[in-house]
């Protein structure tokens, strides 16, 4: 062991597909087992081949890991990092299978998710459990980060992208921009069970009280369950049809719920968003996820030596306290319903 106990960290993500023929299979595994008709999938295809068949999303997680190999040079600790994924290739379970092979002790999992939920938070850690089952005798332990959504280094980062925005509008219009705060809608059975939109909430009021406007909302995305289901509203989209209708005229934004550029942000918001904005006669600007942004990164960093030094305090800004660094047994359970389960992503 060399730091703390640790001998290596593990980037968790949910992943995506690298080439077109990748793309249908890649979608496979994100609905097995979940009924979802051929057609729909097929439909989902299309937002990936607009893009070539290939998802930003490794490529940017790639990104992401070398520019903590970086500071992590620099500052400590230095320790390898793997990198698995929930949906695609390098899978969880052959990436635990690598470090198992490696004789990996225990390690210290960053999953790209800065909020709590079923299948933000504990889903992640099940996959891990899991993959560690199929690695065998000898596999590492592996810790999750806890949920980091008012670590003070992510909102001033995602707070920074805000500004970047807003200075794209004339100055004498800025004050009047609406900032629309989105992330991934869920099942509304399962935002019951968590602190998923109270954590939302809280962190775009404190990015909304750094750069000095009350002018926000919060709305949610690429809601993908059956339109019986409820899911958590407004969507983005139909915001923006009412917004225009109230007048509003120059909207910024902000993919507060995803760490990187990837397709629901390329798509939903890029493409969909801004169509709708378009018709609506709304000036739209969407600010940048926070990437590989230079706080974040350090932010991360601060993250992963709190766990490795054993520090006590815990970095929080806001009203609400710091997640715990072991999750209850029964924090943001997986709601149930007849048929499928009700926490599982649909497409």
Request: hydrophobic content about 40%; some cysteine; glycine content about 8%.
């Amino acid at each position: 062991m060399s730091a703390g106990g640790y001998d290596a960290i593990l980037l968790v993500s949910f992943g995506g597909p690298e080439r077109a023929d990748d793309v249908v299979p890649f979608l496979e595994n994100v609905v097995r087992g979940r009924g979802v008709p051929r057609e729909r999938l097929l439909k989902v295809a299309e937002h990936y081949y607009e893009f070539g068949g290939r998802s930003p999303i490794n490529d940017q997680n790639r990104s992401l890991i070398a520019a903590l190999r970086e500071e992590l040079a620099v500052k400590g600790p230095s320790l390898p990092i793997y990198f698995g994924n929930r949906n695609w290739h390098p899978l969880l379970a052959d990436t635990l299978s690598a470090m198992t092979r490696d004789g990996v002790q225990r390690a210290l999992a960053f999953v790209t998710s800065a909020f709590g939920s079923y299948s933000g938070c504990r889903q992640y850690r099940e996959n891990i459990d899991e993959a560690i089952k199929a690695a065998g005798g000898g596999a590492p332990r592996v810790d999750k980060i806890r949920p980091f959504f008012n670590h003070p280094g992510f909102i001033r980062s995602v707070a920074g992208r805000v500004r970047a925005a807003l200075s794209q509008f004339d100055a004498s219009d800025r004050a009047g921009v609406r900032l629309l705060f989105t992330a991934h809608s869920i099942p509304s059975s399962m935002a019951h069970t968590c602190d998923y939109v109270v954590q939302l909430c809280e962190a775009s009021r404190l990015v909304s009280e750094q750069i000095g406007s009350d002018n926000w909302e919060l709305v949610f995305q690429s809601r993908s369950g059956p339109p019986t289901q409820p899911w958590l509203e407004p969507d983005i989209g139909d915001r923006i049809d009412s917004l225009g209708a109230e007048g509003v005229r120059q909207v910024c934004v902000v993919p507060i719920g995803f760490l990187s550029d990837h397709i629901e942000v390329a798509y939903d918001l890029d493409f969909e968003a801004a169509a709708r904005a378009s018709t609506a006669g709304i000036s739209l600007v969407r600010a940048e996820t926070v990437g590989t942004c230079p706080v974040f990164v350090s932010a991360v960093c601060d993250l992963i030596r709190e766990r490795v030094d054993g520090r006590p305090e815990r970095a929080c800004v806001g009203v609400l306290p710091v997640r715990p660094d072991e999750c209850p047994k029964d924090c943001c359970p997986q709601p149930q319903r007849p048929g499928r389960a009700a926490g599982e992503r649909s497409y």
